[in-house]
């Protein structure tokens, strides 16, 4: 079977690691021939829909996926021919006549969501790194900026809309694993491993992520003041913009995610994707737009980066090849 070795399981087992939303692992894959698999919707996904109600978050998870595939096969000496049709987008892998030394594979591998607080200033080169990854539909504002602080104000406003709603927290509540013993088994949703892989570190955080914790009026508060303070450390925010809201621009803003967060990982820069002003209605969104004059773009996702000061090694399980097939 290719995907149990060979160059097509080398490329799954690196796509898999893919960013994408709560660790849902939102992508099923159908092996078409020794080189070549189909993507689509995994349809657990459609469960959240109070989360994701657009589905904005799940093409760009497959978006990120896709990208993941790509730059894996390039490592290998492989070139990919993508193809969309009637929803159920295609990979083909073949040999690339001019292969061009790449090293993405370590770099994906390195590549995790962090959610503790970073340096609130770049190093100046880093600052001019940051600028330069910024294109039609990239863009970095420093933190303490006027449009850095704008980005804060209503991230935080949206999250306390979205904190404040019982069935989004319910739904927040699933996609986190919430015991020891589930923590053994499970293979999706944020573990205590992505925020402390130490054994105490994971007991901790099972003490207070748990179903009456959430349904706690101190658990939102207590979230919004760290929400609050994550957004005060750290040095900006990374926008990724589209033309349109459809789900082919979201599949290449999520190529373009994982493009981004892999040449911040690079430079050491670590990130963590805010995107609740896109989930809590067009309102936040459009006044993100109307405050940093974007015209017709559409905003995608936002980052918030900057220098951790303080790294765990740990990263929430992924599913495994044989997980994610399906005939």
Request: aromatic share 10%; hydrophobic share 35%; glycine share 6%.
């Amino acid at each position: 079977m290719p995907h149990r070795s060979g160059p097509l399981a080398e490329i799954l087992a690196l796509g898999v690691r893919a960013p994408n939303c709560f660790n849902a692992q939102m992508w099923q894959v159908r092996i078409t021939s020794e080189l070549s698999f189909s993507i689509q919707p995994n349809p657990t996904w459609s469960s959240s829909s109070s989360l994701d109600p657009e589905n904005r978050e799940l093409w760009i998870s497959i978006g990120a996926f896709i990208e993941t595939c790509v730059l894996a096969a390039a490592d290998r000496g492989y070139q990919t021919i993508t193809n969309n049709r009637k929803g159920e987008i295609s990979l083909l892998f073949q040999p690339d006549p001019k292969p061009q030394k790449s090293h993405h594979s370590a770099t994906i591998i390195k590549r995790r969501t962090s959610r503790w607080f970073f340096s609130s200033k770049l190093p100046t080169d880093l600052v001019i790194e940051m600028t330069r990854i910024s294109s039609q539909n990239t863009l970095y504002f420093q933190r303490y900026s006027r449009q850095g602080e704008l980005i804060a104000k209503i991230i935080l406003e949206a999250s306390e809309k979205q904190v404040g709603n019982p069935e989004k927290r319910r739904q927040v509540m699933k996609w986190h694993v919430r015991s020891m013993k589930e923590d053994i088994f499970r293979k999706d949703g944020i573990s205590a491993r992505s925020y402390d892989g130490s054994l105490v570190g994971r007991f901790l955080y099972f003490l207070f992520i748990n179903p009456k914790a959430y349904k706690s009026p101190k658990f939102g508060k207590f979230w919004l003041s760290h929400s609050a303070k994550q957004l005060e450390r750290c040095a900006g925010f990374v926008l990724i913009l589209s033309d349109k809201q459809t789900p082919g621009a979201q599949v290449y803003a999520g190529r373009e995610l994982q493009r981004i967060w892999l040449e911040l990982t690079k430079r050491n820069v670590c990130a963590q994707p805010m995107s609740q002003p896109m989930e809590e209605g067009e309102e936040f969104e459009q006044r993100l737009i109307d405050g940093l004059q974007l015209g017709n773009k559409r905003i995608q996702m936002i980052l918030r980066v900057g220098q951790c000061q303080k790294v765990f090694k740990g990263v929430s399980k992924r599913k495994s090849i044989e997980d994610i097939l399906v005939p």
